[in-house]
Nanobody
């Protein structure tokens, strides 16, 4: 079992930046899993944002955040990051970390079968 713990959320003004972190605690699986970030805004479905393969060399970002959000990982720290720049009020959401073994970063956008979820961290972007 892997527990995913997100941090880094908070209140930021439009145009600002935040870096979210997701650390896998307990068990070695996180280091060999593809990790991803999703978000869920109030009244909306959870949406995929970005994923990074277990080496960190393979990444995939959904078009709507490409160029503003960047996923990266540091396996020495068992941590995946989401750097978010030029934030907009519509980026307000709860951001979730997820992990799944034996899947590519791009396929992570399509799967409904996630192995592990974090509890989420709230990002609020004020106008």
């Amino acid at each position: 079992q892997v527990q995913l713990v997100e941090s880094g959320g908070g209140l930021v003004q439009a145009g600002g930046s935040l870096r979210l972190s997701c650390t896998g605690v307990s068990g070695p699986d996180f280091r060999i899993s593809t990790a991803a970030w999703f978000r869920q805004a109030p009244g909306k479905e959870r949406e995929f944002l970005a994923a990074a393969g277990w080496t960190g060399g393979e990444t995939y970002h959904v078009d709507s955040v490409k160029g503003r959000f960047t996923i990266s990982r540091d396996n020495a720290r068992n941590t995946v990051y989401l750097q978010m720049n030029t934030l907009r009020p519509e980026d307000t959401a709860v951001y979730y970390c997820a992990a799944k073994r034996f899947i590519t970063a791009q396929d992570m956008a399509l799967t409904k079968d996630i192995d592990y979820w974090g509890k989420g961290t709230l990002v609020t972007v004020s106008s």
